[in-house]
């Protein structure tokens, strides 16, 4: 939902040239909304796809996926790695998981705005 939203504001602003149809000068209404029709839009284009997560750091040792044999079974488990080792891997593993919450409440947030906006998006 949040990427089909964004991609309609996108359009809106890409191809419909709304900063040449509409007067956003109009009122204090319509300034408000064509900041945050530009806001969010600079936000989806620019700020939304610059995200960088620790896991993205090519320094970082990754633990290998090893299985073993469960015995008596035809199963497999994962052989947890060992933690001393890749410890840099599992800090940004960690950090990684925080900033996957605040970019999710970011995202959220954000979808909000746009909905408040909606029925300014045509022209």
């Given amino acids: 939902m949040l990427h089909a939203a964004f ?6 602003v890409e191809e419909e040239s709304p900063a040449k ?10 300034r408000r909304a064509w900041m945050e029709i530009r ?7 620019r700020t939304r ?10 320094r970082i040792l990754k633990p290998p996926m090893r299985f073993e044999k469960v015995a008596g079974t ?7 790695p060992d933690k001393k080792k890749y ?7 960690r950090q990684d998981t925080r900033l996957e919450q605040k970019w999710h409440s970011e995202d959220q947030r ?6 408040n906006i909606r029925e300014f998006l045509w022209t």
């Avoid at 149809?21 to 319509?30: E, S």
């Avoid at 035809?74 to 947890?80: A, E, M, P």
């Avoid at 410890?87 to 593993?93: D, M, P, Q, S």
Wanted: charged residues 30%; positive net charge; hydrophobic residues 40%.
């Fill in 7 to 12: 991609q309609l504001l996108a359009d809106f």
């Fill in 21 to 30: 149809r509409i007067d956003w000068n109009h009122d204090a209404v319509h």
């Fill in 39 to 45: 806001d969010l839009y600079r936000w989806w284009t």
């Fill in 49 to 58: 796809p610059s995200r960088r997560t620790p896991l993205d750091d090519k």
């Fill in 74 to 80: 035809k199963f497999r488990r994962l052989v947890t």
């Fill in 87 to 93: 410890a840099a891997y599992y800090r940004a593993l």
């Fill in 110 to 115: 954000n979808l909000h705005r746009l909905i």
